[in-house]
Structures are given as structure tokens and as C-alpha cells.
């Protein structure tokens, strides 16, 4: 059955969270600042921090465990097993986000014998006027070059060399693995990403984490960096991951382009009456009163705030009187 998942807030290494608090009905902040919504991926190193419950107090991951059929369709087991194969986040951060990366499916393979890199994606909820996210590099960097920034302890360096797009309301931008990125304060975002918890520190003064010990993936930083993209992206790459969706649309739309659908699916519902595919998904209502109607799962009332974890076995089904985005993994 379809359920409302509690609030699944935790303790970071850099600020914020009060935001998610009260879209939540969590904690908030003040170090706080990441919601993992039907989450079945655990904090790095860690074997239950990060997994999000049920509203019957079972984890997500072992209801799937006990009937992966229900939950994900026999098409996706075939594919991807009893992966869910997206990790969805709510991010709040009250600082800037220090300048780091992921490591590629392949990297993570070879390097950590994960099945999954870390090509992400940010969804804009809000964002102070001006606000920028850094994304690649601005010239083709060297290994040692930026070698020499990390250890060097350079924040400001490498925040240079980054190319820094102003961002509002409504955008979206794919982040590829192994592209150098940074968020500043104040840029209220929903994630979707691969399900890992696999970031690589570039710079960490003034945040509560030893990047010197903890940054690199326990791989240290001479291999670390063998999984960071060194030249810029292309013009036609820019283009490719940036796009929009629209809050005021009198119909539901896609919000990624094609570049995110082999890693995830976003789509923002109006409320339209158009019906949705069954399928595994998270939906989060983020404005409105009204309910989710399904075909084989009954009618769910649901408001601003609520997010809602969606089997398969639910059938397609339509959103009524309140609007929000559905998250999914590839198609299967």
C-alpha cells in the first residue's frame, strides 16, 4: 500500500535543516540540513543511519526485501534487482556546500565493489536572489593542480576555478559523476541521485569533517582523484543539463532532459487528472490539500509536506487539488 513516510532528518557536517523541519514536521535544524525520503541507502560506512521507515515503523528496505514484486514490478527486478535504484534528498544548507565530487558507476566498481556511482540531480524549491551553484571546472585542470589546492587547504582556489551559474525557483541541473560542484547558503533543493553515499572532499575549512581523514573514501587522495573530471563541460553538455519546470503550468511536465533518464525520472503533477503509470516512485506534495486516487490502492489524502512512497502493486493513479514532484528510477 502506499504510505506517508515520517521525517528521516539526521546530523551533518555542515549547517541547516530548519526549512526541512517545517515542510516535514521534523527536527529542523541546526545541523540538519538533509532529508533521505523513502530512503533504502545507508550513510557511508554506517548499516542503518540514513534508511527511512515506514509509517508502521518497518524499514522501506526490508519491506521491499520480504516482497520486491509488490513493491517494484517484475520489468524493474529483471533489470535492477531489488534496487531501487534512486536515493531521494531534501537539502536545506545554511552554508555554502564545500566544492567536491562523486566517483562514476565505474569507478565505484573497480575502486569500492559498489554497484552504483553518484550522478546526481537538483531540483530548485527556493533560493535566495543571486544565488549560485558551482558546476566544472572553468579550463582543463591537472591532477596535480588541483593535488596541490587540496593539500594546500585553498578553498578560495578552487571556488575559482569553478563555473558558477545563478539558479531560482523552478530550475533543475543534472550534475554528472565526477564533475566538481559547489551550493551556496540558502539554496533550498530536492535530490535525486543514484543510491550511494559517495562524495570526495576537494576543500572542508570551516566544516565540522577531517577531509584529511574522512574526504577521499578511505581511498586516500592520489586515487580519489583519479575519479574527478579534469576538463570543463561542453557547451553542448551545459545545455543538456539545465532545465526547468514550472510551478504555475496547468499541466503536469517532465522536469529533466533525456541526459538524466538512464540514473532517474522527475515529473512535477499539477493535479491535472492526468494518470500516472504503476510504478515504483516518491512523491512529495508541495503545495495544496487534496489526494492521490489509485487503482488498486484506494483513495490517500494528502497535503503540503506529505511524502509518499508508491508500489507498484498501487497501480497508476492521479493527483487531485494539490501539486508536487514524483520521483522514480530509470524505466525498466
Known sequence: ???????????????????IGKLRNGP??????????????????????????????RLLKDAIH??????LGSKHIEKFGNSIEILVKLLDPDQRLPVHYHP???????????????TEAWIILDAPVGAKVGI???????????????????SQGLLDSLVFKEVKAGDAVFVP????????????????????????????????VDGDKDGHLNLGFDTALDALRLSPLSEAEDKAITSRF??????SHPIFKSVADPFFRAD?????DKKIEAGFGIFLCLSGAGELVFENAGTLSIKSGDAIVVPFSAGSFVVNNCAGILSRPPAA
Do not use: C
Open 268 to 272: 512535477y503533477l499539477t493535479g491535472d
Open 66 to 71: 520480504v516482497d520486491p514484486v509488490s513493491w
Open 28 to 57: 529542523g535544524g541546526p545541523m540538519r540540513p538533509e532529508e533521505w525520503i523513502g530512503s533504502t541507502t545507508t550513510r557511508f560506512g554506517e548499516a542503518v543511519n540514513g534508511l527511512s521507515k515506514l509509517a508502521d515503523g
Open 246 to 251: 514550472e510551478s504555475s503550468a496547468a499541466k
Open 104 to 118: 562514476n558507476q565505474s569507478f565505484a566498481k573497480e575502486k569500492l565493489h559498489m554497484n552504483h556511482g553518484k
Open 177 to 208: 559523476a565526477g564533475v566538481a560542484h559547489a551550493i551556496e547558503s540558502g539554496i533550498f533543493v530536492l535530490e535525486l541521485q543514484e543510491p550511494t553515499d559517495l562524495s570526495i572532499l576537494l576543500e572542508w575549512d570551516g566544516f565540522a
Open 136 to 154: 566544472g571546472f572553468k579550463k582543463q585542470m591537472s591532477k596535480a593542480e588541483v593535488a596541490a589546492l587540496v593539500k594546500a587547504h585553498n
Open 1 to 19: 500500500m502506499p504510505s506517508k513516510l515520517p521525517s528521516n532528518q539526521f546530523d551533518h557536517f555542515y549547517k541547516g535543516g530548519n526549512r
